[in-house]
């Protein structure tokens, strides 16, 4: 059985950092791509970031480039989201998933496999 937990979300000003964690179980985690979305109260989920299995490549939404870094420790099946100079436009609850796919892909429809989310919240 598949579990990701995150955690690492919580209550921080505007131009703050956090940094999530997304531990995985169940499978072979370096088999698998990995990634971060997030989802705003009336909004659709939408992709944040992602990185390759080998954690070689990574991608990221518009928005979040030069502020967000997503890494990932194969040997400790975690994947994590570095959040730094945070606006309250960051403010969602944040998901971590798992792809079967060799690629990056940024719907979500490309994740097989959900955590419960963390919540993030900025204030300005």
């Known amino acids: 059985q598949v579990q990701l937990i995150e955690s690492g979300g919580g209550l921080v000003q505007a131009g703050g950092s956090l940094r999530l964690s997304c531990a995985a179980s169940?499978?072979?985690?370096?088999?698998?791509?990995m990634g971060w979305f997030r989802q705003a109260p009336g909004k659709e989920r939408e992709f944040v970031a992602g990185?390759?299995?080998?954690?070689?490549?990574?991608y990221y939404r518009e928005s979040v480039k030069g502020r967000f870094t997503i890494s990932r420790d194969n040997a400790k099946n975690t994947v994590y989201l570095q959040m730094n100079s945070l606006k309250p436009e960051d403010t969602a609850v944040y998901y971590c998933?798992?792809?079967?796919?060799?690629?990056?892909?940024?719907?979500?429809?490309?994740?097989?496999?959900w955590g419960q989310g963390t919540q993030v919240t900025v204030s300005s």
């Open positions: 990185i390759s299995r080998n954690g070689l490549n990574t």
């Open positions: 169940g499978r072979t985690f370096s088999s698998y791509t």
């Open positions: 998933a798992q792809s079967g796919l060799a690629v990056i892909g940024r719907t979500t429809g490309a994740y097989d496999h």
